[in-house]
C-alpha cells in the first residue's frame, strides 16, 4: 500500500518555480517585505493547494504539463502581489481599498502635480518631509498627509526612477499639454507611435508602483 503524501508536502517542481517567481515580486516590492517571508508565504499557499497543483504538475502531457506550470506560477504570483499590498498599505499608512491609484486614469490624473514638483521642487518636496521610506512619521493631519500624500509620494518616486526618455516624454504629455501629434514631431516618429510610446512610458511608471491592483 502506498503511503498518501503530506497535506504540507509540494510537488519538486514547485522548488524551482517559487524562487523565480519569488524573485519577480520581490524587486517590485523590496521597500516593503523581506525576500525571506515571500519565499514563506509562497510555500504556504503551495502547501495549501498541494493535491491539487500535485494533480496538474504530474500531467504526463507535456505541452499541457508545461501550461498548467504557467497557470500556476501567475497564480502563486497573483497571491504574493497581494500580500506585498498589505503589507506595503500597512507600511504607507493607507488601505488596500484605496489602491485605485494603481490605475492608469488615476495616474495619469495626478501626474501634472507630480511632475511639477519634480520640476520645481514644490509641493510635495515639503510634505515629503513628513515620509520616511512611505511611513508617516507622526500621525499625518488632514492638511498634512493621508492616503493621497501616500499616492502622491508613491508616483513621485516610480516617475523618478524612469529612464530620461520616458521622464521626457510624461512631461510633454502631462506636464506641458502637448498632443500626440506635438510629441510625434518631438520624438520624429509617427502619431501612433507616439501614442504607444506615451502609453508604454505610463505603463513603466505603473509598474514602478506595483503594477495593476490585483484586488479588481
Known sequence: MVAKKSMTEIHPILNDLIPSVVNVVFRRYRAFVERADLVQEAYAFCASRGDRFTEQLDQENIEERTINEKRIAYQIKRHLERYCRKEKAHKSGYNTQDEAFYETVTISQLLPYVIASVINETALEQAQNLINDGQPRKPAAPAEGGTLLAILIDIKKA?????????????LRYHENHTLQMIGQYLECSISTAERRANGALRKLQNNIGGQSPWV
Do not use: A, N, T, V
Request: no cysteine.
Open 159 to 171: 516617475y523618478e526612477m524612469l529612464e530620461q526618455e520616458d521622464k521626457d516624454i510624461l512631461r
